[in-house]
């Protein structure tokens, strides 16, 4: 009788577990080309980061509120200080134009021709607290040393009174709780601003778009990002997929959230009312929303820009290029979503 109880048991267990996996992110046969990456705050300079490790991967590149590309160097004193507030001045942006040579002489970034070829989107808020609106001005001069034609390629955008965050148009479906006022920023960073910064993202990184749908009916999936092994990495992450993308061939969109604005934090409110999705899904556009998790060496679930997520011993840490173990996780789910539904 025992063995047959504890049998019962471990069979109600195994249910209990399986319940609960999550799917894994699936095989969707994305097109490579037009690929972009947007991101606000440490999603913001997350997002750089890939683009310049990866240029030949993405066509656009948007930023809200973030600084120029490596600004922290691989401290958090210089990320505090220089690349957040200018307590220690503002960024040399001739030394990250050093920094960038030796990564591209070692393999380690996108070599110059394929960054000159990015097409790049800028936002700030003119009250940010958090990161100082300069900041924005600096990566779009940075920016337009590196592009072929920063004229053509390079939209900067500074919005008077608004703080830090992304800001979206009130939408009466996004839970009151779930919005930070416009012009204060902090809270969920998610901001009233009757402002659609992801169709104007989107619009300038990809040309005429289909208009957004009023009521997106499009499958938001909840997957085990367990298989992309990366510290500071939560363990699930979101995917929206549209009806029409199922059987293939559609262009990939990835959203970094910022810090403070992980799934542990607002659940699944970032995903689900960025604004994305309705141009998504009028223009067959997959979303992935991957996740960020917290811990002692980043409390507020921030992705890794000044190097935490790195060995502890390294000196200079590798998070800004290549071999960035967040990096390559997010390379690897992009590499996934653009794998055969037959691999």
């Not at 309705?278 to 190097?307: F, H, I």
């Amino acid at each position: 009788m025992k063995a047959l109880l504890l049998s019962a048991g471990l069979l109600l267990a195994f249910a209990a577990n399986a319940e609960e996996r999550l799917p894994e992110l699936p095989q969707l046969a994305l097109s490579p080309d037009a690929t972009s990456v947007i991101g606000v705050s440490s999603g913001g300079y997350m997002a750089t980061q890939l683009a310049v490790a990866w240029p030949q991967r993405f066509q656009g590149l948007a930023v809200l509120a973030a600084g120029p590309w490596s600004c922290a160097e691989g401290g958090l004193g210089q990320a505090l200080g220089r690349c957040m507030s200018l307590r220690r001045g503002s960024p040399d942006l001739d030394a990250l134009n050093v920094r960038l040579r030796d990564y591209q002489a070692r393999g380690l970034v996108g070599e110059a021709g394929d960054i000159a070829e990015l097409r790049a989107f800028v936002w700030h808020g003119g009250e940010d607290r958090v990161i100082d609106p300069s900041l924005g001005k600096a990566l779009a001069e940075q920016l337009a040393g590196w592009l072929a034609d920063p004229e053509e390629q390079l939209k900067a955008v500074e919005s008077p009174g608004v703080g830090h965050g992304w800001p979206l148009e009130a939408d009466a479906q996004i839970p009151p709780g779930r919005l930070a006022r416009c012009s204060d920023g902090g809270g969920t960073h998610m901001l009233a601003c009757g402002m659609d910064i992801a169709g104007e993202a989107l619009s300038w990184l990809h040309g005429t778009l289909e208009p957004p749908v009023d009521a997106p009916t499009a499958r938001l999936l909840r997957f085990d990002q367990a298989p992309f092994d990366a510290r500071g990495l939560g363990d699930a992450g979101y995917v929206l997929i549209p009806e029409t993308c199922e059987s293939g061939g559609c262009r990939l969109t990835v959203a970094l959230h910022g810090c403070g604005m992980t799934e542990e934090l607002l659940d699944d409110a970032f995903a689900r009312h960025s604004g994305l999705n309705e141009w998504a899904e009028a223009n067959r556009r997959v979303v992935l929303y991957p996740q960020a998790s917290s811990s002692l060496a980043n409390p507020q679930g921030c992705w890794d820009w000044w190097g935490f997520a790195e060995s502890t011993w390294q000196l200079d840490p590798l998070h800004d290029t290549r071999e960035g173990t967040q990096v390559k996780a997010l390379m690897a789910m992009i590499e996934r979503l653009e794998q055969s539904l037959e691999e």
